[in-house]
């Protein structure tokens, strides 16, 4: 669970025991060497770009000036060995039981250790909250209790969702039991009261994966017409956006990404700071100036994962992320599709993707190396 009212010492504890868990997996999990039998590797264009992306983190987090953020560059390649090693491990074991299907059985039965794991923390939380007299349900501030806020409260009801509707969706073993039919609906609910961003990520995977991926022939040329004259309609309007509206509608982010780029402008647009670093350096020289809230601010999020990842390595690692996620959102099918767009479309908006340990981005990534596994058996 990561979604926890911050403290201190809870926090730091939290990281330090994420790291050293993945690390000693790691480690267990090179001497136990479980897939003996099968030959199970990333795709060779995902793992030098990955590779190739977290190099460029971590050369400009030393290059830089700044050493605040020696955990978050140190760990984003730790998380990623793990998440693969862990997938690999799953197939080994899967594989003892089926020789078909591996990688697909693999991600539905991820996926639903996922559901238990998150349903179960869900559960706990309440639970805790109930019997210390704790309000789980304030909607003036901090809804959810221990929860650190609604963003996290509502990412968190959003992962859920999204993996309840994979697994009801999927094509091997479609999940129609009334348990996750509830679960859908409880986190859709929870959504609905706290993260705007969550709202529209648990509604365009449905809208592309039942809608969107669906719509061919004459409706496909009827309905991009449709969208195409409400853009043009919608042109006429532009006018009317200004800076403050935008700032306003997106609560405060726009200030936020534009004291980013001037930052990214001054040192060069193929440079970068290394991960969350440039956030440090945007409220050391903007607290005090009464520009929006970054006056009460302890840490800086730029609030969008794409703004994350031009600050930390610069134009390059912006192109190398692009072409490893198109590449893979094109080859899969549309339900993963779907999830992966929604995700990403979400990500723009936080910075979630930049942060492998959150909730919302395990699952993001999980998907992501399962799809781009290659499998072969010496059976």
Known sequence: MNSIKFNETIAEIGSIGKLVFCILFISTSL?????????????????????AVILVFNSFYYISSTNNNFLANIAFPIYFVFYFLFIKNYISIIALKNRTNILELTKIKILSLFRVILFSNFVFWFIL????????????????????????????????????????????????????????????????????????????????????????????????????????????????????????????????????????????????????????????????????????????????????????????AILFFAYLIIKSVIKVDNLNRGILLGILIGAFFESYLMQPFMLISILFYFIFFINNISVKTGY
Do not use: C
Not at 37 to 50: E, G, H, P, Q, R
Not at 160 to 166: A, K, L, T, V
Not at 188 to 209: C, D, G, K, Q
Not at 285 to 312: K, M, P, T, W
């Open 129 to 316: 909250a109930y019997g210390t007299g704790v309000n789980m349900i304030n909607f003036d501030e901090n809804f959810g209790g221990f929860f650190q806020d609604e963003i996290h409260f509502g990412l968190f009801a959003a992962t859920g969702f999204i993996i309840s509707f994979y697994l009801r969706f999927n094509n091997l073993q479609k999940d129609v039991s009334i348990f996750n039919y509830v679960l859908l609906l409880v986190y859709f609910i929870i959504v609905l009261f706290t993260s705007r961003n969550a709202l529209m990520i648990t509604l365009i995977i449905p809208f592309y994966v039942l809608v969107f991926s669906r719509i061919k022939g004459f409706v496909a040329i009827f309905f991009y017409t449709f969208i195409s004259i409400m853009i043009i309609e919608f042109y006429h309007y532009l006018n009317l956006i200004t800076v403050e509206n935008i700032n306003t509608i997106t609560s405060g982010r726009l200030t936020i990404w534009m004291l980013a780029i001037e930052e990214i402008n001054q040192n060069g647009w193929f440079g970068g700071f290394g991960l969350l670093n440039l956030n440090d350096i945007i409220l050391a020289r903007n607290q005090g100036i009464g520009l929006f809230y970054l006056d009460r601010l302890e840490y800086l999020s730029l609030h969008s994962s794409f703004v994350e990842l031009l600050a930390g390595g610069g134009v390059l």
């Open 31 to 51: 001497f136990l060497n479980l897939n003996s039998v099968l030959k199970i590797k990333l795709k060779n264009y995902a793992l030098f770009i990955l590779i």
